[in-house]
């Protein structure tokens, strides 16, 4: 089960994108797997991918497609990653495309795939390829919870965020859609994330967006510190909005609007940790006043990696002494231990780097009994921060990896 609420919420359709979902088979019969996105042209999109070296076959293939042209079209599948698959793997990426622009009239350069499953099977291309005319007949602009279900692996609820803004007495949407559950440290994105809105904004606006988007939000959550080979984040401007284009960030139109992106992202980003494999807790890690942002991350991220910390949080177990014994192996030069100060929410639980005067056991105890944490490290040492999200280590973790593919 998820942690906290995470009720599937009104999806707001955005002018110029259309969804189409099926079952095509690929995996598992009866599931939706298949998804189709259309974006109306003139749409701006831009995206960025994972950084593992074997990354899939449609990220290869969808990286050179948006080189090439705006895409029109995305078609997503999941039961498969079609990674670690070879020549045949790009083959099959490719023809995807190929037939998806068949049906509907484009460029093959116009379809970007994406792909999602296991590793290192070849992909099921006769059901995919045959599903792709039902999923384009079920095209319609209000089937953003239908396309959200038709991407998950192992997540067990589908993730979604819709807000709308006004600028200059307009109004635009904002709707996104992500999966992702386990193999989550993107350090880009996630697993899959698709979020379009109707706003009228310049590419390198858009992709500036994106960028600072996706540093405060995807790039800061960790499940189990493994990055996928299919991660990706495309973020769509239809235009179709009646307003003035954005043409800089650094205005009020363009804060206002980079604020509400950015919020959509950080929802989307949590939402994918409370529904972490095996996830029985919401852990917010914060570290304050260090040298600079990457000591911040690189100490947060040590904390949140360790599974002596993420197993103690599974057993509401207040072993602070972990939490110490990360902070100190993060690798940060002339860290002065007298400096640092760790709380369990706000329960010093050390203090001039060693144990607080004031902490006792039960205090501790009632923190970890909760199902959503915050801990706060305090470096001492610069005017520096960072937030990253993360979640436990439980027995379902393991047993959800070791059956996965059976």
Not at 123 to 133: C, F, K, V
Not at 167 to 188: F, Q, Y
Not at 216 to 242: Q, Y
Not at 348 to 376: F, L, P
Request: aromatic share 6%; charged share 25%; net charge negative.
């Amino acid at each position: 089960m998820a942690v906290g609420d995470t009720t599937f919420p009104n999806m707001y359709p955005v002018a110029g994108v259309r969804l189409g979902v099926t079952c095509a088979g690929i995996k598992k019969q009866n599931r939706r797997d298949l998804v189709v996105i259309e974006l109306a042209e003139g749409s701006q999109c831009v995206g960025v991918f994972t950084r593992n070296a074997f990354c899939a076959a449609p990220v290869v293939v969808a990286r050179e497609h948006l080189l090439k042209a705006m895409p029109r079209y995305f078609v997503i599948n999941t039961g498969n990653a079609n990674a670690g698959t070879g020549d045949q793997g790009l083959q099959d990426a490719h023809k995807t495309c190929e037939v998806l622009s068949d049906e509907v009239r484009c460029l093959e350069h116009e379809v970007l795939p994406f792909s999602t499953g296991v590793i290192g099977e070849n992909l099921n291309t006769d059901a995919l390829l045959s599903g792709i005319p039902a999923a384009i007949s079920a095209l319609g602009k209000n089937n953003w919870e239908e396309a959200a279900h038709g991407i998950m692996t192992t997540d067990t609820v589908p993730k979604g965020v819709s807000q709308k803004i006004t600028l200059d007495g307009n109004e635009i949407t904002i709707t996104g859609i992500v999966k992702g559950s386990g193999m989550i440290r993107p350090d880009m994105a996630t697993m899959l994330a698709f979020v379009c809105t109707d706003a009228q904004i310049e590419k390198a606006v858009l992709k500036e967006c994106l960028k600072k988007a996706i540093t405060v939000s995807f790039n800061r959550i960790t499940i189990d510190g493994d990055t996928s080979t299919n991660d990706a984040a495309m973020l769509v401007a239809t235009g179709r909005a009646e307003m003035q284009a954005i043409k800089i960030l650094d205005s009020e139109r363009g804060k206002i609007f980079l604020e509400a992106l950015i919020n959509v992202f950080t929802t989307l980003a949590q939402l994918i940790v409370r529904d972490g494999e095996g996830a029985t807790k919401f852990i917010t890690i914060d570290v304050n006043n260090a040298k600079s942002v990457k000591e911040a991350e690189d100490v947060a991220f040590t904390v949140a990696h360790s599974p002596l910390v993420k197993t103690a949080f599974f057993a509401s177990d207040p072993n602070w002494g972990r939490i110490l014994a990360a902070v100190g192996r993060a690798g940060i030069d002339g860290l002065n231990l007298k400096k640092i100060n760790i709380y369990l929410d706000d329960v010093c639980i050390v203090e001039n780097g060693g144990r607080a005067a004031s902490y006792t056991e039960e205090q501790g105890q009632a923190v970890m009994k909760k199902d959503e944490i915050k801990v706060k490290i305090d470096l001492g040492r610069g005017d520096d921060t960072a937030t990253i999200w993360t979640s436990d280590l439980s027995y379902d973790y393991v047993k959800i990896n070791a059956e996965y593919r059976t």
